[in-house]
């Protein structure tokens, strides 16, 4: 996921530090409603992940 979001934000010119944190806000959001980008994390570790 670190991956992945350090990706993204490699690509823009953040003027500031607040302005860096909002994006990074804005991504983790983004990713937060996408299960499938989630779930292949998961199995990238070889993990498994039961729901409680």
Do not use: H, S
């Not at 409603?33 to 779930?39: I, K």
């Amino acid at each position: 996921m670190w991956a992945n979001l350090k990706n993204y934000l490699g690509n823009l010119a953040a003027c500031t530090v607040d302005t860096l944190a909002e994006l990074t806000r804005t991504r983790l959001k983004k990713m937060q409603y996408r299960p499938d980008l989630l779930d292949g994390f998961i199995t990238e570790t070889g993990l498994t992940w039961t729901p409680p």
